[in-house]
């Protein structure tokens, strides 16, 4: 009997432990390898299934036997094992690609710079309320590949990075969203915004005539840098009063969806308030109408989604203080969109790992709702400079505990306390949800 085609994993992670399980299930042999160590759990699935695995490294020799090697997300293009592969003319994929070969449904992919995260929630609860047979994997919980490996669905919406969509070949979203392109993850992109861009909007490269990309007409940078050339149909959504896109908001304050028929709600019906979820609403919406969910199914779901995790989440109201833990705001523009929504003097905890920010097109917002600033990190510095001007109460502190009590003392009933870093986690936190779980903790001490 012929031997079984090799398959090599770069990275133990969630991506990769998945795509190891899902080669071995699908008649491959698979081996694993990570330059550090994999986390217990991920261990023990490697070896329940009896795949072998390298930590602390990769082995060059057995790599370069690989029939394809499959390339964890977070793994660069420079990165050695890579160009190893690359140069002996071994085809390198991404995870999603590599699941997607086995896919047997329909698959609902969602990117952008932010919201595409609730983007992909809100689908997901309008499938599964619609009674549609769906799964929900990607960037967020379990991997696509994972997902695969138990019952299979009708339906996969997709959470995709730029990260993941780098290194697709035949990767074919039905419907695909492009919730927006704003400045993040440069350092992996040459410090170049139009490679940001076009690996995002690699979504849509397989698409064809029968497909759909939904894309925001406000978004500046999504329109500038799409491509020429696209094959599927393009249904753009607005906040602006144009009847001529496929969702747009009417000078009633209603949210019309016009694709394939015509749909209103009000924004005050939503579940998710703020203008960035008016657009997330609106991308889920189309999804929905395009795959024929009813109307009053559609109108339902989301006026009946509850909010995620981090994401301007309310945890407590103390003596007349609102605390909300938006620590998924990674970035410059997500953290615009939290002071946006603000509608309350506000003590706003920030800072973190910073991506190269531009914290200037904050500067308006801050002034017009920031009474007071907390840097909560170990280079405050390029914050201090920014705001210093524009604040007249900036502190800095190097834990959670310190930043809630704090912000509990500078606050008065009426005011809201906001944690919105704008930068990464990875300097006091283990990860972003981390972050936000030692938020709501503190504020459950006070």
């Known amino acids: 009997m012929a031997e079984k085609p090799f398959i090599a994993i770069l990275g133990g992670g969630e991506s990769g432990t998945g795509a190891a399980l899902l080669a071995q299930a699908k008649g491959f042999q698979a081996w694993l390898s990570d330059a550090g160590r994999l986390a217990p759990g991920y261990a023990q699935q490697l070896r329940e299934a009896g795949i072998r695995f390298q930590e602390g490294g990769h082995d060059k020799t057995l790599l370069l036997q690989a029939q394809t ?3 964890s997300p977070g793994i ?13 003319g071994i085809p390198v994929v991404s995870e999603v690609e590599w699941a997607s070969r ?13 919201g595409k995260t609730t983007t992909t929630l809100l689908t997901h609860h309008l499938l599964k309320n619609a009674g549609l047979s769906v799964l929900m994997a990607g960037n967020m919980g379990k991997s696509f590949a994972g997902a695969l490996l138990g019952p299979p669905a009708d339906y996969y919406v997709l959470e995709v990075s730029s990260f993941q969509l780098d290194d697709i070949q035949n990767f074919h979203p039905h419907i695909a969203v492009i919730t927006n392109i704003t400045p993040d993850h440069l350092e992996r992109y040459h410090h170049q915004l139009e490679r940001y861009a076009a690996a995002k909007f690699r979504i849509c490269e397989n698409q064809g005539p029968d497909d759909h990309l939904l894309l925001c007409a406000d978004d500046p940078l999504t329109q500038s840098f799409k491509p020429p050339g696209i094959k599927a149909q393009i249904h753009a959504f607005t906040l602006e009063n144009r009847p001529e896109m496929a969702a747009y908001q009417n000078q009633q304050k209603q949210i019309n969806i016009q694709i394939p028929h015509p749909e209103a709600m009000t924004i005050e019906e939503l579940a998710l308030q703020g203008k960035h979820n008016r657009y997330n609403s609106m991308a ?9 969910i009813r109307k ?20 407590l109201q103390i003596y007349g203080i609102d605390f909300i833990n938006d620590s998924k705001a990674t970035n410059v523009n997500s953290t615009w969109y939290a002071l946006e929504n603000m509608s309350h003097p506000t003590v706003w905890i920030a800072g973190g790992v910073d991506k190269g920010n531009d914290y200037s097109q904050l500067i308006p917002l801050v002034q017009k709702h920031v009474k007071a600033l907390i840097c909560l990190g170990t280079h405050n510095e390029k914050l201090l400079a920014s705001f210093s001007s524009v604040v007249p109460t900036i502190t800095e502190v190097r834990d959670m505990g310190s930043a809630v009590q704090q912000a509990y003392r500078l606050a008065q009933k009426g005011d809201a306390v906001l944690l919105s870093p704008a930068c990464a986690s990875f300097d006091l936190f283990e990860s972003f949800e981390d972050r936000g779980r030692q938020f709501k903790n503190a504020v459950r001490q006070l």
């Open 284 to 292: 889920a919406g189309m999804a929905g109408s395009l795959l024929n």
């Open 76 to 88: 660069p293009q420079e990165a050695a094992p890579v160009q190893w592969a690359r140069e002996a």
């Open 102 to 114: 086995f896919c047997p449904g329909t698959i609902i992919a969602i990117t952008g710079t932010n």
């Open 69 to 71: 090697v499959i390339k």
């Open 296 to 315: 009053e199914t559609i109108r339902d779901s989301l006026a009946g989604f509850e909010n995620i995790e981090h994401r301007l989440e309310h945890v």
